[in-house]
């Protein structure tokens, strides 16, 4: 049974950061890409970012490039996501998720098969 526990949500101004983290369980974490999303009130849940096993490939969406950061630690079984320049449309319910199968980088909702029960980013203006 795989577990995805995240936290480090809140209430932040706009302007500011936060830094979440996903700890997983199991043995193989660096085997299986894991991924960021989020979800808005009324809107569908997106991408944000992903990372590949070996965290050596990543990609974000348009929406947060330059200001977030996806990175990993595998020795703690743990991703992280370090967000910077936090803007009210950035605020949302965070997903952790791990690929389903694999360690190759996918940024495809349906491509994770395991979902943490989220964290609210809460951004003010």
């Known amino acids: 049974q795989v577990q995805l526990v995240e936290s480090g949500g809140g209430l932040v101004q706009s302007g500011g950061s936060l830094r979440l983290s996903c700890a997983a369980s199991g043995r193989t974490f660096s085997s299986y890409a894991m991924g960021w999303f989020r979800q808005a009130p009324g809107k569908e849940r997106a991408f944000v970012a992903a990372i590949s096993g070996s965290g050596g490939s990543t990609s974000y969406a348009d929406s947060v490039k330059g200001r977030f950061t996806i990175s990993r630690d595998n020795a703690k079984n743990t991703v992280y996501l370090q967000m910077n320049s936090l803007k009210p449309e950035d605020t949302a319910v965070y997903y952790c998720?791990?690929?389903?199968?694999?360690?190759?980088?996918?940024?495809?909702?349906?491509?994770?098969?395991?979902w943490g029960q989220g964290t609210q980013v809460t951004v003010s203006s």
């Open positions: 998720a791990r690929r389903r199968v694999g360690g190759g980088l996918v940024t495809m909702k349906g491509e994770f098969g395991y």
